[in-house]
């Protein structure tokens, strides 16, 4: 169950990196995000969740 645990924190990562880049005005409106800005937030967010997966511990 670790792995699977661990691929759910890597996948809800990547969305809210998504979604952060997506939402906050900082950068830009929503019809200005560019495709590297959403390969950047889910990579930041996917780190994020692998991070979080390391750092647990409910190992």
């Known amino acids: 169950m670790g792995f699977i645990s661990g691929l759910v924190k890597v996948a809800v990562g990547a969305a ?3 979604a952060a880049v997506t939402a906050l005005p900082l950068f830009g409106a929503v019809g200005t ?3 590297l800005g959403t390969v950047v937030g889910s990579i930041l967010g996917g780190g ?3 991070a ?3 750092m647990s511990k409910d190992k």
């Open 52 to 54: 979080d997966e390391v």
């Open 33 to 35: 995000i560019t495709a």
């Open 16 to 18: 809210a990196g998504v």
């Open 48 to 50: 994020a969740g692998v």
